[in-house]
Nanobody, 125 residues
Framework: QVQLVESGGGLVQTGGSLRLSCAAS????????MGWYCQAPGKERELVAS???????NYEDSVKGRFTISRDNVKNLLYLQMNSLKPEDTAVYYC???????????????????WGQGTQVTVSS
């Protein structure tokens, strides 16, 4: 079973910074795309940023220039550096990964998505 565990959320003032981390554990062949999603109260979950295994990134327009997504493929870690935070960034942030099923040296041919439990980010005005 594959698990994603986020950390790094908290309360910060407008203009402040936070760094979210997501650690993947369990047995799998590899991880393809990883991403950060956010869900504010009363709203649907939406993509914030994503990154492929080779390092290609994609950002939602409102975070471009403020957030940076990165990953460590050796340690199976995902990061989101959040700068110049605004009150509208307040949400629960979730880590997502497209996992290739299998084990070290063996790919079963199946893929599946895994979600973390989420970490709360609150930006005060």
């Amino acid at each position: 079973q594959v698990q994603l565990v986020e950390s790094g959320g908290g309360l910060v003032q407008t203009g402040g910074s936070l760094r979210l981390s997501c650690a993947a554990s369990g047995m799998f062949f590899s991880i393809n795309v990883m991403g950060w999603y956010c869900q504010a109260p009363g709203k649907e979950r939406e993509l914030v940023a994503s990154i492929t295994r080779s390092g290609s990134t994609n950002y939602e327009d409102s975070v471009k220039g403020r957030f940076t997504i990165s990953r460590d493929n050796v340690k199976n870690l995902l990061y989101l550096q959040m700068n110049s935070l605004k009150p509208e960034d307040t949400a629960v942030y979730y880590c997502n990964a497209e996992v290739l099923d299998g084990a070290s040296g063996y790919y079963s041919g199946r893929k599946f998505n895994v979600w973390g439990q989420g970490t709360q980010v609150t930006v005060s005005s």
